[in-house]
């Protein structure tokens, strides 16, 4: 398994959101560079980046930033947030991002997914962030009627290889990720499964770890000092 740090970005700058409000952001650094630097210190071997402005307003908002953070830290990036066309794929694989995720435009535009994977293969994931078991799209903002599992099988169907899974209700709340929802989704799908939101601590790395899911996301957690980063990282590896 493998713990994947976040980054949120917010007019350049890092903040964590509590269950995707917009409202209630918090800043937790100025320099993403800094950050990711820090995380790879402490063991971190990939890292999952989201340009939340991206994601609200459809276009890359913070691209010079993510792009920094590839030049100066040599790390592997997923990353996510108003990424809707094959323009912007292509030119974030070109810049050095290692997986691209698509969320909003693989509800609306599915045959672009298939257009993604059909070039990318693997460098092409999905996050499915859901509602009360409905998809969320436009940075939350808008809930689908479409089901997360019923989502997540057309997207394997399609050829994607790895699904990140948000619970949109757990995001920054620190309470544990939805382990019924993941449960499911692992039944489901053959896809590699990455948990997002509420962690809290190594108990919910060990629960996440004990279903034997691809990797996990860790955001408030560690800036707030409730996860140790480096221990999270000893332990998904055994």
């Known amino acids: 398994m493998i713990i994947l740090p976040a ?29 990711a630097t820090s995380f790879k210190e402490q063991g971190a071997e990939y890292l999952h980046m989201v340009d939340l402005d991206g994601a609200l307003e459809g276009s890359l908002k913070n691209i010079d930033v993510v792009s920094q953070v590839i030049k100066e830290v040599d790390i592997p990036i997923e990353l996510g947030g108003g990424i809707r066309d094959m323009g912007k794929i292509d030119l974030l694989i070109e810049k050095g991002i290692s997986r691209v995720i698509l969320g909003t435009a693989a509800l609306k535009n599915p045959e672009l997914v298939e257009e993604a994977v059909n070039k990318y293969g693997e460098k092409i994931a999905v996050g499915i962030d859901a509602k009360d078991g409905f998809v969320a799209i436009e940075g939350w903002m808008d809930v689908s009627k479409v089901d ?36 499911a989704l692992k039944q489901n799908v053959s896809c590699n499964i990455i948990a997002s939101g509420g962690i809290r601590d190594i108990g919910h790395i ?22 140790d980063l480096e221990e999270a990282v000893e332990l998904s590896k055994i």
């Open 7 to 35: 980054i949120d970005l917010k007019d350049g700058i890092c903040v964590r959101l509590y269950q995707g409000n917009f409202d209630k952001t918090e800043v937790v650094a100025e320099s993403a560079v800094e950050v």
């Open 206 to 227: 060990k629960d996440v770890k004990d279903m034997d899911l691809y990797g996990v996301i860790a955001g408030k957690s560690i800036y707030s000092g409730t996860l």
């Open 148 to 183: 997360y599992i019923d989502f997540a099988k057309q997207m394997e169907k399609i050829g994607v290889k790895t699904i990140i899974f948000t619970d949109i209700s757990k995001d920054g709340t620190l309470q544990g990720p939805n382990l019924e929802q993941l449960q």
